[in-house]
């Protein structure tokens, strides 16, 4: 087991471009959430996934902003258009949800740090 | 809906003094508490987790917390503190798996432990 892991760590774009983040869950878990996280603040949720359903959407997530769990193993994020605005740390974390209340816990992969110029 | 409020934005302390950071929640259901720690650069790790049970709560690295339903608070505590505990620490509530279980999350508390 080797922790949840996500690709690039690091991004810089220019604003406009699309930029496309990928996140391996720890394996046979179930759901796989993705948060962005701005500086100075705690991280906000974006959108899970249970299996490979997309389950809830928030409203920070606009239009340009796409996430998909084809398999329901890994997940990629795509940002089109990128804004300057989108600059932030996204993290990705992943849990196995059953009856037993205490696999409930969520673990989190490094972040992907997005840069947009 | 819910909400976390973190009292601090920063907690100055030196080392091996006690320390408290203090987290106070909002949320119309019954819900999971859990303190984050979140290293420069780095994810989340999980420091502790309250579901259900005992109010106290240990976790690793020698912290614990408290959950109060009356006060809705869940401050985080260590009678002594290392230079290594410096560090953003997160509160965050979420609702049961069946409601999605996604984390809302504080503003965050830095703990800068001084020599």
């Known amino acids: 087991d080797t922790g949840v892991s996500q690709d690039p760590r690091h991004k810089i774009t220019k604003r406009g471009q699309n930029v496309t983040f990928r996140c391996d869950p720890i394996?046979?878990?179930?759901?796989l959430y993705w948060y962005r996280q701005t500086l100075g603040q705690g991280p906000e949720f974006l959108t899970y996934?249970?299996?490979?359903?997309?389950?809830?959407k928030s409203r920070l997530l606009s239009d340009r902003f796409s996430a998909e769990r084809p398999k329901g193993s890994f997940s990629t994020l795509e940002i089109q258009r990128t804004e300057q605005g989108d600059s932030a740390m996204y993290l990705c974390?992943?849990?196995?949800?059953?009856?037993?209340?205490?696999?409930?816990?969520?673990?989190f992969g490094p972040g992907t740090r997005l840069t947009v110029l | 809906a819910q909400s976390v409020t973190q009292l601090d934005s920063q907690v100055p302390v030196f080392e091996e003094a006690p320390v408290e950071l203090r987290c106070n929640y909002s949320s119309s259901v019954s819900v999971y508490l859990f303190w984050y720690v979140q290293y420069p650069n780095q994810g989340l790790q999980l420091l502790l987790k309250y579901l259900s049970g005992s109010t106290l709560v240990k976790g690793i690295n020698g912290f614990e917390a408290e959950f109060n339903k009356s006060q809705t608070s869940f401050h985080l505590r260590k009678p002594s503190v290392h230079i290594s505990d410096t560090a953003e620490y997160f509160c965050?509530?979420?609702?049961?798996?069946?409601?999605?279980?996604?984390?809302?999350f504080g503003a965050g508390t830095i703990l800068r432990v001084k020599s």
């Open positions: 974390a992943s849990s196995l949800v059953g009856r037993n209340p205490t696999n409930n816990e969520q673990f």
């Open positions: 996934f249970q299996n490979e359903a997309q389950l809830e």
């Open positions: 965050a509530v979420s609702e049961a798996p069946e409601y999605g279980n996604k984390l809302v």
């Open positions: 394996s046979e878990h179930n759901r």
